[in-house]
Structures are given as structure tokens and as C-alpha cells.
């Protein structure tokens, strides 16, 4: 089966004291097989949410209120992310077939242990394996990497954030998981960095053939690395289609405006940006959420939110302005 | 010790600024304890005299005169201030504290000794006891912070917590001796010689036993408290998020909330050494246990203005350097302090 | 702030032992402290609801005199120590020099590790002559500001760091005008907690060196009830009420406080 992941009527957010953050809004998604898939918009337009809940990694304050995903692995069994609790997801799916690498990369790993530490206790939990044994597979698994060896006895803060980075990377494809769930994984470290980093995952990702979400506000990422993406604004995904059509031919004003501010060699032509903020998503408004700041927009905007459309093949949005 | 730099820039940082606080808190004690000692409306001399007329001892006038002269001379209070200051600083360096009043003419340095083992003994045992179960448990109460013993547990912490070590120790000497009858004895036994039997042995841990359990209860409600609130908030942290998304059990998650909350809390000890050394002082004297403690009291009642100076310049010293130590083990849990980066 | 029935139960609490302590006093039918004014060694009766002592003394009343001189002297105690704790312990944190600021800091922390019990003990028996509930509570203040200077310092370094502190001198608000706005919560927070943490301790402490027999000697203390009870050898004699009323009150009254210092600190926190 092509389908990797298939995610219908997802809603999810954060329930504060006084008020329900409505961070996820009725996202629908389907992921491919040996795909790079890419998530982008501004911060705050729900993308880590949604990772979080297609991962399952639901803690209070965030709920799930509605949805299914179902993760299908390739020996036919399915997995319902949204129905099982983090408990029975740690002893069947998780690192198994789906991986997550959290934003904050750099900063996850345990500062009073090592490196190879880290490695060895995965290997313990999911193989039952002894330590020595854990060790020396550790150190094969750093080699396939281009990893150096004695990155392995260090500790965290002896690594710079680029090597802790593509540490981070490397557990996340420890056990060879079907999907691969990134969030920002390069957002802060510098350009130099970023693109060692960024290549080094697109590479794995050839090497294991498995499917990459990949999470990044940075447009210029997303057109390089991703082969379909989907554009999230204020809890929505409002465009999603192959990358290659989308930056050539964004439909939804918002890509517009978002491949517009772009800076692109030989186009001299001033960049622009938008106006105005995301709303507030405590109250959520009752119709398209871009509609303020939507240059093209029309009164049934403001009133009804719009449907999906199909543009044309794997090209969908959701606007009503076609 | 596998592969400890020593040349680690940060490890020479840590263990020359801990030195220079041992040195400088301890220099700031035996000032106090020098002003102290100066600085107040009795005449050392004159209570020695005082003291042994009283004990019944029938001294001329000559000798009488001659006893003061040497008090006068121990004291150097017929010197310069500076001069007093620094043979009292070199006294009690060399252990040369001049003789206990009460007890004269033995030196107070040998009273001190024999008292100070017992002192560390009921101190070393309940401090390090009420540390390992307070923190143990406060990680614990961390991890299941959303079951009902945990809960419990807090109520219980909370309501030892403030009460000072001498209304615990009154409390828990009532209660023993109200429910023991045997126990109305133990405390006012007198020295015991050491001997390496069994007998030895198990009169020790009997006169051990109920100081050190009302120095834990206070300590440990203590610890469990600031541990529960530390845990708690390294459970939030990044790195131990990232152990639950890679689904590595409770066990290995608390793993890594106490190696982490472990730490703060040495350097915590470390510095409530001067206050679990005051409950252990009031401690023994209560229960009459044969520490510094009961020897400062007896000092008191027997007007032997020596030996609580005495008492005072090495319980300073004593408490600086068990700190200072501790300061020593830190970089041995902390990675970031023994391999700098 | 939302009132609940636990700190409406604190309060209450609170206020029955300030007015035991501080209007009762008023009422009492001869100076407590005298001694042979009531029968000896009587149990807890109608006529005396807490008996009375060895040396004929009326507990009921010399524990409200007595707790008022405790509570006072631990007032002291804390205004004194709260003010050299706040002293140092600001410029600790606020001072951009890194020298000032590491010795500050060190000395601090060597008061803090220093046993005070036999540094107070030795200054209580060198003045006992001249001991009063004030000259105890200086005394003690001499190590009581040292862990209060600690919070203090941490607090001022968190805020000096905090954003609105660059931006409000960028945007020309006066020095003056920004400590009150900005940091006045915080610092109100702190001395709430602190004075309470203070009292308490302070009564503590008073009471471990009665214990000693070195607390006042005329002026009745909560603490000097209970040595003089165990000099006596009450409990042993029976008299078991002279050690126990004491120290029941004394725990009263220093849970409720710790109570009071923790809602304080969670109810003044929300801004």
C-alpha cells in the first residue's frame, strides 16, 4: 500500500484554565510512502500541535477532541494513533514505525549522559540487548552515519549544535521507522549548520526510504528538501500539492503572499510582505481565518468557512475564491 | 576515576572558589567566635576563680593571683587586640585551647575529642539517612505526582517540616519515655569506654537509634519537600520529554529526573550543614547523648567559658569542612564540572 | 484573591493565638511570672484550664504573657533581620560589578553555613545578665538574615535580567518609577513570605536556646516555660501538663504560620 498515514477530522488544542486554544481545526492529511512531506507557516499556525497529535503525544493541557490517524505499516497492520494512549503507543508504535525529532532539537539530550548512553538504552528497551553488545552496535550504527567515533564517549555540551543535531537525527532512525515526524530541525542553528543538518536528514531519508514530515516556517527549506507540502494558517491547512507546483503556481492568497516574499536570483522586484497578524485563537472567527488580511476576499468569507477544493490532481485548497 | 581531565579548566574553577569559601567561612567563624569571646561584659579570669572557690578547692591569695595570671596570659588579654586575635587563631589551629574551667586543669581539646566522634557519628548517620530517603522519595512522589500516596506523603512533609529540631526531639524523648520504660535510663548514663565487641557496638546504636530517628524525621520532610518541587520541574524539561517520546519507560525516566535533581541538591546540603549541625547539637542534648551537644550544655551549668569557645571555633571549623568536601564529590556526579566544555 | 476555606481556617487560627497572646494578657488576675500565686502542680481544671507549675505559677495565663513576649521578640527578630537581609542581599544581585557581587555572595554564604546555635549560645551566656526578649532578638538577628540575603539576591538577579528592565530604562522610565511598578509585587511576595519564614525560625531558635536555659530569665518566654518545665522534671513527675500546653501552643502557632507564609506566597504571586 502507498499510504503511510492517513489523518481525517483532526481537532485538537490546548485546554487552559479559562479557555480552549483551538490549535488544530479540522485538518485532513494523507502521507506517502518514501515521501518527503513538507508542513510549513508562520509560528503559531498549529504545525507542532499537529506533529504532537499525529505522533500521539498527547499531554494535558493538549486534547485530542476529534479525529482518527491511522498509521499502516508495511506488513499490513495499522495502528490508531488517535485512539490509543501513550502507554500502549511506547510499547507498539512508537520509534517502531513512527519517530519524532522535537523542535529544540539541540537541547533534548540528557546533559549528565553520554552520547553513547543514549543509543544504548534505546537498544536495551526495544532489543533486550546487553550492554557490550548495545555499545558495539551503537558504534557500527554512528559509522554508517559518517558519525566520528568519539562522538560516542562524549557528552552533550562537548558537542557542538550542529553534531547534537544530527545526533538527535540519528536516534530518530535507530529502529528504521516507516515515517519520520520533524519539527524545525534546523531552525537554530546557523545557515551553515542548517544546511549540513537539512542534507543529512534528506539523505537518510533516501538511505532508509522511509517518509519524512518535515516542519519549518522557513520557505526556502521547504522548497528544497520537501517533494509535497501542505501550508498551515492559524489552525488550518489551507493549500497542500506537490512543492514543485505550489511555488511555481501558489493558488490560495496566502501561498501567494508567502512565495512572493521569497527573494529569488534575477527577480529584482521589491519583496512584500503581509499585513496584520494570525488570529486569536481562543476565538477562533466563524469563517475563513485569512479573511482579514486577505487582499482578494469576498462577504461569504467572513460568513462560511470555505470548502476543500481540488484544484487539480493532488492540489487542493481551501478558499472560496475559485 | 575513568578518564577524569584534570585539566579541565571548569574542575580548577569549582575546587579553588569552594576552597576559598572553606577558608573564608571559616575565617569569618572563628572571628565572630573571637569577638564574641572579647566583646562581652564577663571577665574570663574571674569566672574561673569564681568557679573553683565554688568547687571547694582552698587557694591563697598568691595562688589565687597566679591563676588569673595565666588565664590573663591564655587569653593574652593583657596584649594589643591584634596580638589576642592572632594567638587565639593560632591556638585554635595548633588545637592549644588552654584548659576547661570546669574540669581543670584537663585540656579543653581533649573533652572536645572525645565528645566530636560521637557528635559526627549521630550527624553523619541521620544527615546522609534523611537526605537518600527525602530526596528518594520526593523524586518518586514527582514521578506519580497524581497518586493519592503522594499527596499523603506532602500533607505528613508539611506538617514536620516547621517544627524545629527541639520540639521534635522534646516530642519524640516524651513519647519513648512515656512508652519505654527501659529508655528513662539510657540518656543519663556517663562515658563509655570503646571497645570493638559487640556489647560496645550495640550500645552505641542503642543510644544512637532515637536521636538520629528525630533528626530524620525533621530532615527528611525537608528534603522530600524540595526534592518533590525540583523533580517536578525537571520533569518539564526538554530532555526528559524526549525520553518519554522515545518511549523509554517510568523506570528511566526517573532515572533521569534524579540524576539531574540530585545535583542541585548537594550543593544544598552542602550549605545546610550549619543548620542540621544546630538541630544535632539540641538533639543530644535532649536525649543526653554523648556528643558536643550534651558537652555544651554540662560547659553552661559549669560556667567553663573555655570549652564553649572551644566548642564553638571547632564546630565552625568541623561544619566548613564537611561542606567542603562535599563541594569535592560534586564534580564527580557533574559531568559538566569534571569535563568542562 | 480567592478566599477558600483553608486560609479562612489558617486565619482563624491565626488570630485566636494573636489575641490569646497580645489582648488576653490584659485580663490576667496577678503578674503571671510571680511564683506561689496559685497551688502547686494542679491539672488542667476549670479554675486553672491549664493547670498550674511547681513553683505555683497559673499556665493558662503565664502561656498567653509568655506567647505574646515569644511572638513579639520574633517580630523583632524578623524586622531586623528581614531589613540587613534586604540590604545585602539587593546589592548582591543588582550590582553590575562581578567583584562586589562574588564576595557579597560568598559572605552571605558562609553566615549561611556557620552554625549559629553555638555562636548565639556563647553571646547568650557572655550577656545573660542583661538578656531581655530584645536583646535576644538582636542576637538573633545576627544569623537570621543570612538565608532570607540568598532569596533576595536570586530574585534581584532574575529581575535585573528580565526584559522590562532594559526596555523600560531604554524608554527613559526612571529608575525610581520601575522599581515600584515592575518589581514591587515581587518584592512585597518576598517579604510576605520571608518575615513569616523569619518569625518562625526565630521562634525556633528562641525556644533551642531556652532549652539551654539561656533565654531571658525574668521575662517568661514560650521557650523558658519549657526549660523550666524540664529542669523541674515534670513529665517524669507527672506534672506532665507544664511541658506539654507549651509546646502544643508552640506548634500551633508555627504551623499556622508556615501556612500563612505558603499562601502568601501563592495568592500575592498572581498578578
Known amino acids: 500500500m502507498d499510504l503511510v498515514l492517513r489523518g481525517l477530522n483532526i481537532e485538537g488544542g490546548y485546554e487552559l484554565p479559562e479557555v480552549y486554544v483551538d490549535a488544530v481545526s479540522n485538518v485532513s492529511l494523507e502521507l506517502h510512502r518514501n515521501e518527503v512531506f513538507g508542513i510549513a507557516g508562520e509560528s503559531g499556525c498549529g504545525k507542532s500541535t499537529l506533529i504532537k497529535i499525529l505522533y500521539g503525544y498527547v499531554e494535558p493541557p493538549l486534547t485530542l477532541k476529534n479525529g482518527s490517524i491511522e498509521l499502516y505499516i508495511n506488513d499490513g497492520n495499522t495502528f490508531n494513533m488517535s485512539s490509543l494512549s501513550p502507554d500502549e503507543l511506547r510499547k507498539t508504535a512508537w520509534w517502531r514505525h513512527v519517530s519524532y525529532i522535537p523542535q529544540n532539537a539541540m537541547n533534548v539530550l540528557n546533559p549528565t549522559t553520554r552520547i553513547r548512553n543514549h543509543f544504548t538504552e534505546m537498544y536495551t528497551a526495544y532489543m533486550g540487548l546487553e550492554k557490550s553488545e548495545a555499545y558495539a552496535r551503537a558504534q557500527k550504527y554512528i559509522e554508517s552515519f559518517g558519525l566520528p567515533n568519539d562522538v560516542l564517549a562524549a557528552f552533550p555540551h562537548q558537542l557542538s549544535g550542529g553534531m547534537r543535531q544530527r545526533v538527535v537525527i540519528a536516534i530518530s532512525l535507530l529502529l528504521e521507522p516507516n515515517l519520520v515526524l520533524a519539527d524545525e530541525p534546523s531552525s537554530a542553528l546557523d545557515v551553515i549548520n542548517q544546511r549540513a543538518a537539512l542534507m543529512f536528514l534528506k539523505n537518510a531519508q533516501k538511505m532508509f526510504g522511509n517518509t519524512l514530515v518535515l516542519v519549518s516556517h522557513d520557505m526556502g527549506i521547504q522548497g528544497v528538501l520537501t517533494d509535497r507540502i501542505a501550508l498551515m494558517y492559524a489552525g488550518k491547512i489551507i493549500e497542500v500539492g506537490e512543492t514543485q507546483a505550489i511555488f511555481e503556481n501558489p493558488m490560495h492568497p496566502y501561498t501567494k503572499a508567502l512565495v512572493k516574499s521569497l527573494p529569488r536570483l534575477g527577480d529584482k522586484a521589491q519583496r512584500t510582505g503581509l499585513k496584520g497578524q494570525p488570529p486569536d485563537l481562543k476565538k477562533p472567527p466563524p469563517g475563513c481565518r485569512f479573511y482579514p488580511r486577505c487582499p482578494y476576499s469576498k462577504p461569504i468569507c467572513q460568513k462560511e468557512e470555505p470548502k476543500i477544493l481540488e484544484i487539480e490532481r493532488g492540489h487542493h485548497i481551501s478558499c472560496w475564491l475559485r | 576515576m575513568k578518564g577524569l581531565e584534570l585539566g579541565s579548566f571548569k574542575l580548577l574553577a569549582h575546587v579553588t572558589s569552594r576552597l576559598l569559601f572553606f577558608l573564608l567561612t571559616v575565617w569569618v567563624g572563628l572571628t565572630a567566635t573571637f569577638i564574641v569571646s572579647r566583646a562581652s561584659p564577663i571577665d574570663p579570669s574571674v569566672i574561673l576563680v569564681s568557679r573553683l572557690l565554688a568547687m571547694g578547692s582552698h587557694l591563697r591569695p598568691e595562688e589565687i593571683f597566679a591563676m588569673r595570671q595565666q588565664i590573663l596570659e591564655l587569653y593574652g588579654l593583657d596584649k594589643p587586640v591584634y596580638m589576642q586575635y592572632l594567638l587565639f587563631i593560632k591556638g585554635v589551629l595548633s588545637g592549644n585551647l588552654g584548659p576547661s574551667f570546669a574540669f581543670f586543669p584537663t585540656p579543653t581539646i581533649d573533652l572536645i575529642r572525645n565528645s566530636i566522634s560521637w557528635t559526627v557519628l549521630l550527624l553523619g548517620f541521620s544527615t546522609i539517612l534523611s537526605w537518600i530517603i527525602g530526596n528518594v522519595i520526593g523524586v518518586l512522589a514527582a514521578v506519580f505526582s497524581r497518586s493519592r500516596i503522594s499527596k499523603a506523603l506532602e500533607w505528613i512533609a508539611m506538617g514536620l517540616y516547621p517544627v524545629p529540631y527541639v520540639i521534635l526531639a522534646i516530642l519524640l524523648f516524651l513519647f519513648f519515655s512515656l512508652t519505654i520504660p527501659m529508655y528513662r535510663g539510657v540518656g543519663g548514663a556517663g562515658m563509655v569506654m570503646p571497645s570493638l565487641s559487640v556489647s560496645y557496638i550495640l550500645e552505641v546504636l542503642t543510644r544512637l537509634s532515637i536521636p538520629a530517628l528525630s533528626i530524620i524525621l525533621g530532615s527528611s520532610a525537608s528534603w522530600f519537600l524540595s526534592m518533590k518541587a525540583l523533580a517536578l520541574s525537571v520533569k518539564g524539561e526538554d530532555f526528559v520529554s524526549y525520553a518519554i517520546i522515545r518511549g523509554l519507560g517510568r523506570k528511566v525516566v526517573t532515572k533521569y529526573v534524579m540524576r539531574h535533581s540530585l545535583l542541585p541538591q548537594i550543593t544544598s546540603l552542602a550549605l545546610s550543614l550549619g543548620y542540621i549541625f544546630n538541630g544535632a547539637l539540641v538533639t543530644e542534648y535532649i536525649f543526653s547523648y554523648p556528643g558536643l551537644g550534651r558537652l555544651l550544655y554540662q560547659a553552661i551549668t559549669n560556667a567553663d567559658y573555655n570549652l564553649m569557645l572551644g566548642i564553638l571555633s571547632y564546630s565552625i571549623m568541623g561544619v566548613a569542612l564537611a561542606a567542603f568536601v562535599l563541594d569535592l564529590i560534586y564534580p564527580l556526579i557533574d559531568p559538566r564540572i569534571r569535563y568542562g566544555g | ?271
Not at chain 3, 72 to 90: D, Y
Not at chain 3, 185 to 206: C, D, H, Q, R, T
Not at chain 3, 220 to 237: C, D, K, N
Open chain 3, 1 to 271: 484573591m480567592k478566599t477558600s476555606n483553608p486560609l479562612k481556617a489558617t486565619i482563624g487560627v491565626f488570630i485566636v493565638l494573636l489575641t490569646f497572646a497580645f489582648i488576653l494578657p490584659h485580663f490576667a488576675p496577678h503578674d503571671p511570672r510571680r511564683w506561689a500565686t496559685v497551688p502547686r502542680d494542679q491539672p488542667p481544671s476549670v479554675t486553672h484550664r491549664f493547670g498550674t507549675t511547681t513553683v505555683g505559677q497559673d499556665l493558662f495565663w503565664l502561656s498567653s504573657y509568655a506567647l505574646r513576649n515569644s511572638i513579639t521578640l520574633g517580630v523583632l527578630t524578623a524586622f531586623v533581620s528581614i531589613s540587613i537581609a534586604f540590604l545585602l542581599g539587593a546589592i548582591a544581585g543588582f550590582t553590575r560589578s562581578s567583584i562586589l557581587r562574588h564576595t557579597l555572595t560568598l559572605f552571605i554564604d558562609s553566615f549561611c553555613l556557620i552554625p549559629g546555635l553555638p555562636v548565639l549560645i556563647v553571646l547568650a551566656y557572655s550577656w545573660r545578665k542583661y538578656l531581655s526578649p530584645v536583646l535576644i532578638a538582636l542576637i538573633l538577628s545576627i544569623f537570621g538574615w543570612a538565608w532570607p540575603s540568598r532569596s533576595v539576591r536570586s530574585l534581584m538577579l532574575s529581575l535585573r535580567e528580565r526584559p522590562f528592565t532594559y526596555t523600560a530604562l531604554l524608554s527613559g522610565l526612571g529608575m525610581i518609577r520601575m522599581f515600584f511598578y515592575e518589581y514591587l509585587p515581587y518584592i512585597i511576595k518576598w517579604l510576605a513570605v520571608s518575615f513569616l519564614g523569619l518569625l518562625n525560625w526565630a521562634i525556633g531558635m528562641e525556644t533551642t536556646i531556652a532549652v539551654f536555659g539561656l533565654s531571658s530569665l525574668e521575662e517568661a518566654t514560650m521557650g523558658s516555660i519549657i526549660y523550666w518545665a524540664m529542669q523541674y522534671q515534670a513529665v517524669l513527675r507527672g506534672i506532665w501538663w507544664w511541658l506539654v500546653i507549651p509546646i502544643l501552643i508552640l506548634m500551633l502557632l508555627i504551623i499556622t504560620l508556615y501556612e500563612l507564609s505558603k499562601m502568601a506566597g501563592e495568592l500575592i504571586g498572581a498578578r
